[in-house]
């Protein structure tokens, strides 16, 4: 099955700075996507930025990219020019593309304080 | 306006209640997802709809019972259920089934239930 690890619960970062949030997953598949989102206090939870697996160039979303490993199974957020809004829970996910049954699986998630 | 309206925002019951959780989605979507979120734990899938069909059911106990009218509604029954239950109740929508890859799940602001 697969499995999706978020080692820092929580992070913290000054405005304007950068920082980076780890995922890492396990699968014995190939092809598969990868995903982060953010929830922040309302509560809903918001797609942030996605990557295809079979793609090698890292995904980019405005201030938000990702450091996609394939082989290190390692799938990290780097949040540039960190702003106030961005506090938030983020969570990594993963979806198979292959089978006939297709879920999300999400990590824990890491909660990201930003302080002025 | 975020596509994906939960009622109620929060609930309160009895063990020995019967309750029921509302979401309705506007984005003309064909697959409606039930996550529960608890406290430092993954996401966890609960119900999967299809076209109004049920086509996913996580080993969810009886005392959730889901039901999905149309392609716009979606339901979470509640009955006798344990004070373990408390969590946060998600619903999502996408295109189809396949949404999860090929594009994001909407989700909702949730309901706060707390069993007591």
């Known amino acids: 099955a697969q499995t999706v690890t978020q080692s820092q619960p929580e992070m913290s970062v000054q405005e304007a700075e950068t920082v980076t949030l780890s995922c890492t997953y396990d699968t014995s598949e190939s092809d598969y996507y990868l995903f982060w989102y953010k929830q922040p206090p309302s509560r809903q939870m918001i797609l942030v930025i996605r990557?295809?697996?079979?793609?090698?160039q890292n995904a980019t979303e405005n201030r938000f990219s990702v450091n996609f490993q394939k082989a290190a199974k390692s799938f990290s957020l780097k949040i540039s020019d960190s702003q106030l809004g961005d506090a938030a829970m983020y969570f990594c996910a993963y979806v198979s593309r292959q089978g006939g049954s297709e879920k999300l699986v999400f990590g824990k998630g890491t909660k990201l304080t930003v302080n002025p | 306006e975020t596509g994906v309206t939960q009622t109620p925002r929060h609930l309160v019951m009895g063990m020995t209640n019967k309750k029921s959780l509302k979401c309705e989605q506007h984005?003309?979507?064909?697959?409606m997802y039930w996550y529960k979120q608890s406290a430092k734990k993954p996401l966890e899938l609960m119900f999967v709809y299809s076209l109004e069909e049920r086509v996913e059911n996580n080993s969810v106990p009886s005392r959730f019972s889901p039901e999905c009218p149309n392609s716009s509604h979606l339901f979470l029954h509640l009955h006798t259920l344990q004070p373990e239950d408390s969590a946060l109740y998600l619903c999502?929508?996408?295109?189809?089934?396949?949404?999860?890859?090929?594009?994001?799940?909407?989700f909702g602001n949730g309901t706060r239930l707390t069993v007591t």
């Open positions: 999502a929508s996408s295109q189809d089934r396949s949404g999860a890859r090929d594009s994001p799940l909407h």
């Open positions: 984005l003309g979507h064909n697959a």
């Open positions: 990557q295809e697996a079979y793609k090698q």
